[in-house]
Nanobody, 120 residues
């Protein structure tokens, strides 16, 4: 059974930083892409960042230059470093895994989500 478990969410003031982690189990993640999505209250779920099986990253324009994603292949873990946080970043953040080597289309597996709240 594939599992993705996020951690590291919480409450932070605007301008602050948080680091999310995602631990995967139940399959080999190193050969496929992973990604982060988020959903704010009353809004649709949106793509935040993706990382391919070879470590190539891409980001939503809204977080480019502030967020960085990386993965530890040996630990089946992915990270999202979030700096210069803004109240607009408040959302539930989801870790995802794809069946493809690149983060394209819809992910196949999703974590349960972790809440990030940025106060002004």
């Amino acid at each position: 059974q594939v599992q993705l478990v996020e951690s590291g969410g919480g409450l932070v003031q605007a301008g602050g930083s948080l680091r999310l982690s995602c631990a995967g189990s139940g399959r080999t993640f190193s050969t496929t892409a992973m990604g982060w999505f988020r959903q704010a209250p009353g809004k649709q779920r949106e793509f935040v960042a993706g990382i391919s099986s070879t470590g190539i990253t891409n980001y939503a324009d809204s977080v480019k230059g502030r967020f960085t994603t990386a993965r530890d292949y040996a630990k089946n873990t992915m990270y999202l470093q979030m700096n210069s946080l803004e109240p607009e970043d408040t959302a539930v953040y989801y870790c995802t895994s794809y069946v493809w080597a690149r983060p394209q289309g819809s992910p196949t597996w999703w974590g349960q989500g972790t809440q990030v709240t940025v106060s002004s």
